[in-house]
């Protein structure tokens, strides 16, 4: 479950109660992982009442601000155990840096492959998923390269790049910018308080927002060719706008989204940081 | 020649020092209608600064604020003598209502077709031009049905819709809005300071920022079937994205633009009001 942060977390809770319906209802063990933030304690606190708004009976706050605190063995144990895993908001590259490689990251891919455990990330959460991760960079008026930095993500996400608070602040650009020069990666911008799902195979788009796809695989461009700074020439580049309420069920079914649920469904959690 | 709007009239005047080039250089008689704002006056002395100060010796100020000013005899006969003539920013609802099938808008014409003059508008002046003007409304964080009104326009521009103050405002839903409902029409986002050139079978992009192109012709949408206010799906948007300095010389050079450029240079000018 990945979601463009500023989930609704005081009024309808709609993402979120998605997320605790999907990890199996209220009465399963729910973690909710901190790593992303600075203000580990505060974010705990907003999640924490939340969810036991939505009635959840079970839920674990795991504060890490190091790689040997997510290197503990009690912790993996009970993290493989829970059946929804909350990555909340911050700063994705605090996040990978602090879970990438370590048992906490390998106990949250027994927990999806044993369990069925909802994964889910929202903001830097979200973007903390991808192989190749958005880490940090801008570009408001036009693509740019070199306007974006990648950097190795947990890899739960595989050829896709990620990128949040989509429409809000205005990221199009910012992601044009990462996959012009990747282009056999594709994007997805997801809007704040929406998610994007990816279960049995399919897709779907819950919340407020939309889910912008941005494909360049069939694009012509000279970004290869323009200085640092500049703005590439890009043609047909392809946009899928899907609105919350979207649903698509198979690859098989999902005309120029094919590829995008492909790779969204085949690979998830493959990219084990051994 | 397009112009996205606050092209710079204090500093480098690029736009505006191209559009005198265009126009054949400083000797040549220039108009300068500000028929689309409220404060002709002040839009007037800004422009009369900017263009005495690039060394032009002949600009004329045509403010039109009803339709019987835009049928005078004498007007259209020194408009139809002008080398350049430049619409100003404002309310092209206005510009339109005002300038609309008059013997001034005519006088355009025959300056255009015959002294090969170069017709210009700049944000509101630039939306004015199209067959179908993009005359008002708004799409932030995603297209809408409904959103945005269409009106019509002068007609320079056939069969691409126009929007300005592009990347600055944000206005790519507001596009799209307009062209999911009319997906046989393009559209064409143009940045500030920054000039879409119409010319000799092929464009150009000038100033400082970019031009965007938007194709829904291969679009999949539900727009058709969701109710006014709500956010279509919409498939398989094609982007271009052509910075300053872009260029094109004819339309069997463009491969995915081959219709944008056939479209603008083909038929210019031809939607006379009569």
């Not at 998605?18 to 909710?32: C, D, N, R, S, T």
């Not at 304690?41 to 924490?48: K, L, S």
């Not at 949250?108 to 979200?126: H, K, P, V």
């Not at 997805?188 to 929406?194: L, S, V, W």
Request: proline residues 3%.
């Amino acid at each position: 479950m990945i979601i463009g942060g500023a989930e609704d977390r005081t009024d309808d809770k709609e993402v979120l109660q998605k997320f605790i319906a999907l990890a199996g209802g209220v009465a399963q063990p729910i973690i909710v992982i901190t790593a992303a933030s600075k203000v580990p304690e505060d974010v705990w606190a907003m999640y924490e009442t939340a969810f036991v708004a939505i009635g959840v009976e079970n839920v674990t706050h795991v504060s890490i601000s190091s790689r040997a605190e997510a290197d503990d063995d009690m912790l993996a144990h009970k993290v493989a155990q829970a059946r929804g895993i909350f990555m909340t908001g911050g700063d994705q590259k605090r996040l990978v840096t602090f879970l990438g490689g370590t048992q906490l990251e390998r106990a949250m891919r027994r927990a999806y492959s044993d369990n069925g455990a909802c994964i889910a990330g929202t903001s830097a959460g979200a973007s903390g998923m991808c192989t190749h991760m958005l880490a940090e960079g801008r570009a408001d008026l036009a693509p740019e390269k070199g306007a974006v930095r990648l950097g190795a993500g947990l890899g739960f996400v595989s050829r896709v790049i990620i990128d949040q608070h989509f429409s809000q602040r205005h990221r199009l650009n910012r992601l044009l910018s990462a996959i012009a020069q990747s282009p056999f990666l594709l994007g997805a911008g997801i809007d704040e308080d929406t998610a994007l799902i990816v279960q049995d195979g399919g897709i779907e788009v819950a919340g407020h927002g939309s889910v912008t796809v941005v494909d360049c695989r069939q694009s012509q461009t000279n970004i290869a060719d323009v200085a640092a700074g500049v703005a590439p020439q890009m043609l047909d580049v392809r946009l899928h706008l899907l609105p919350s309420g979207s649903g698509i069920s198979s690859a098989d079914d999902a005309g120029p989204l094919a590829d995008f649920i492909h790779y969204l469904t085949d690979r998830t959690l493959e990219h084990e940081h051994r």
